[in-house]
């Protein structure tokens, strides 16, 4: 395996809770990414990292925040839960173009159920 | 922005059918293109990518061409197997990008072979 981890892998909370998912990758790869995973909607990018600290929004950025202060890990918060992020959560790292076109490893997801 | 769009699934064929699962894009730069599937149950994974125009990825006895001048990348297989079920993804990363890439995926094509 590529070295990625997400957890928790499963979630369930309540509408209004915080929740934080973390994506722990042993690759060093520079640039990570945060999709969530829907029914007729496929992947829809929240957040990348291109580097510590730096960050910018995706499509459905939101409702989430991110923060990267290591280059092994970036978070996925989500500040007051909604149902409406109720979703299947990947992360994927890559180390960039110029490493070979941008080719995308993902973790296992982590499933979120706000109730 | 950058978009991918892909035929709406599910597709249905029996084993040994040709496959052509469509894929369009928009793009203000020159991307990077890929397939990448999904398995029941398991994260997406890279199937075959093209970096540049009149360039065919292929992996696995799938194939698709970057015609630039239709702004397509459609995948095929001339002989689908039971074990090819699976979602599949059409995404680009615009490489040209000064900063880091935004990587964009279509909505998914669901595939099921009939034995």
């Known amino acids: 395996d590529a070295g990625i981890t997400q957890s928790p892998r499963h979630k369930v909370t309540e509408t209004g809770t915080p929740v934080t998912l973390r994506c722990h990758q042993t690759?060093?790869?520079?640039?990570m990414y945060w999709y969530r995973q829907d029914p007729g909607h496929g992947l829809r990018l929240i957040h990348y990292?291109?580097?510590?600290?730096?960050?910018d929004k995706g499509e459905v950025s939101d409702g989430y925040s991110v923060s990267r202060s290591k280059t092994e890990d970036f978070l996925l918060t989500l500040e007051s839960a909604t149902s409406s992020q109720t979703s299947v959560y990947f992360c994927?790292?890559?180390?960039?173009?110029?490493?070979?076109?941008?080719?995308?490893?993902f973790g296992a997801g982590s499933r979120l159920t706000v109730l | 922005g950058d978009s991918v769009t892909q035929m709406e699934g599910p597709v249905t064929l029996s084993e040994e059918a040709f496959l052509t699962i469509n894929c369009t894009y928009t793009a203000t730069g020159y991307p990077s293109l890929f397939w990448y599937v999904q398995y029941p149950g398991e994260g997406l994974q890279l199937l075959l990518k093209a970096t540049k125009a009149d360039d065919k990825g292929s992996n696995k006895g799938f194939e698709a061409t970057y015609r630039k001048e239709t702004t397509s990348f459609h995948l095929e297989k001339g002989s689908v197997q039971v074990s090819d079920s699976a979602v599949y993804f059409c995404a680009l990363s615009d490489a040209s990008r000064s900063s880091a890439s935004k990587i964009i995926f279509g909505s998914g094509t669901r595939l099921s072979i009939r034995p």
């Open positions: 690759e060093n790869h520079r640039y």
């Open positions: 994927a790292i890559t180390p960039g173009a110029l490493s070979g076109a941008n080719v995308l490893t």
């Open positions: 990292s291109y580097g510590v600290k730096d960050t």
